[in-house]
């Protein structure tokens, strides 16, 4: 009687250890930064309408996880700033299925208010003005934003005009805070980026889509992901009408 008791109390405990490995689930995204501002709304309402799923999002350059993810980074799902930087993943064979595309990016210039400048008027010409002495721009190399940035900036022949004065942040999210903090006097940043409050003291002008390539913003599953089902589903979220009228709400382009 006693052993069938300690038996009963022994499947319990696995029963119950069982249910709550399957509840605890955490889902790793490599996120590129300028989804900050997004991922803090969307985080949320995933995990709400997934009890016991915990969102890890590490948000950085998109060519920095593209390295970490090569050198066995155990990220599930990859969310980059481009196209590129997926299809990298893809051609060495690090990825499940093909890559999505999700959203459309939008370059902003912004410029301080108290410089008298119009970027509206003027266009990115307001970046050889005198009292516009450093310009904040993610490193090309690393972060699509500061790509589509400089193919603007050559593409209105100003480039070579204002290099000196261009101040690299590692990603989008480093050169927006050269701005919240005053160290750049005009930068590159991307449209949600905008509605940041520390920011209200400039003027945004979004940079025409003629001007740079457009930038489809693409995930991809990662084929070391230790939770496949569970990064499909946030897939499929990301691509619903609920996560794309966030999306579309931070200044976004459908995918």
């Not at 912004?110 to 005198?130: E, Y």
């Not at 690393?142 to 261009?166: D, M, N, Y």
């Amino acid at each position: 009687m006693r052993l069938c008791f300690r038996k009963l109390v022994w499947l319990l405990f696995i029963a119950l250890s069982v249910s709550q490995s399957l509840q605890a689930q955490t889902l790793s995204i490599a996120a590129a930064a300028n989804l900050r501002t997004a991922m803090d709304v969307l985080k949320p309402a995933f995990e709400a309408s997934h009890p016991g799923v915990s969102l890890q999002v590490s948000l950085g350059a998109s060519g920095s996880f593209v390295a970490q993810i090569q050198q066995g980074a155990p990220f599930d799902l990859f969310l980059a700033a481009d196209a590129e930087f997926p299809a990298k993943l893809a051609a060495a064979g690090l990825v499940t299925g093909e890559s999505f595309p999700y959203a459309t990016g939008r370059l902003v210039l912004w410029v301080r208010r108290d410089l008298g400048l119009d970027p509206g008027k003027d266009g990115l010409n307001v970046l050889l003005h005198p009292g516009v002495k450093r310009i904040a721009i993610a490193n090309p190399a690393l972060a699509p934003f500061g790509r589509s940035a400089e193919t603007a900036l050559k593409g209105v022949g100003i480039h070579g005009t204002v290099q000196s004065k261009l101040v690299f942040g590692e990603n989008i999210a480093q050169a927006a805070q050269y701005l919240q903090t005053g160290a750049t006097d005009a930068g590159f940043i991307s449209s949600p980026q905008v509605l940041a409050p520390a920011l209200a003291s400039g003027l945004a002008w979004t940079v025409p889509q003629r001007l740079y390539p457009v930038q489809k913003q693409c995930g991809v599953l990662l084929r070391r992901s230790a939770q496949p089902a569970l990064a499909a589903a946030f897939k499929a979220y990301l691509l619903g009408p609920q996560a794309q009228a966030i999306l579309a709400r931070l200044g976004y382009g459908a995918p």
